[in-house]
């Protein structure tokens, strides 16, 4: 199955922020499905790491559809918090997926920690762990990261997720205030599918 170069697979996520970045990255050689073409709701992520659960998500995904199956997980992390949000980062936005409720919760964190953090660098990083899976079998699986830093306050509304809050290292804009073209070169996702591509 594997010898040959995938003509066709699934991205596993229902998130449509992540869709359209993994989309962008992916060879246009390769015939893209999505979980809607299949009406696939998203697995329990019970993993205790990024790496875990995007394997979940690859290989559950690919048992529905009978495609290999890429998929991402991936969050924030910021150091004063202890590495929190990390692999809650979308739970902390709720079943409805508010990010505005997250960031809310996470300038609560860094409040109760220390009231004056806004006046330093608080150190933090995106991770997105990438899988690709036919079945039960792990063809790939790898690591991106992006350091960084928390912005005191919410800026552009591009981008998703935490985006409008985290200021990559050597830049001044955040994620959300970036053209999305610019983001997706330099992000966690897309440093992790320069290692994952040549399985494609």
Known sequence: MLKKKISK????????GKLREIKGLLPK???????????????????QTFTENSIIKSKYFSKKSNLVCIADDSGLE??????KPG???ARWAGSKGDFNKAIKRVYM??????????GKKIKARFVCALSICYLDKIIASVIGKIDGYISNEIRGKNGFGYDPIFIPKKK???????KFSNKCKIDHRSIAFK???KFL
């Open 9 to 16: 697979i699934l991205i596993g996520t229902n998130n449509k």
């Open 29 to 47: 050689s390769i015939k893209i499905y999505s979980t809607l073409d299949f009406n696939l709701k998203s697995p329990a992520e019970n993993g």
């Open 78 to 83: 910021i150091d004063r918090l202890e590495k």
């Open 87 to 89: 692999i809650f980062s």
């Open 109 to 118: 964190e860094l409040d109760k920690k220390d009231k004056n953090w806004r």
């Open 172 to 178: 001044r804009q955040t994620f959300g205030e970036m």
């Open 195 to 197: 290692k994952i591509k």
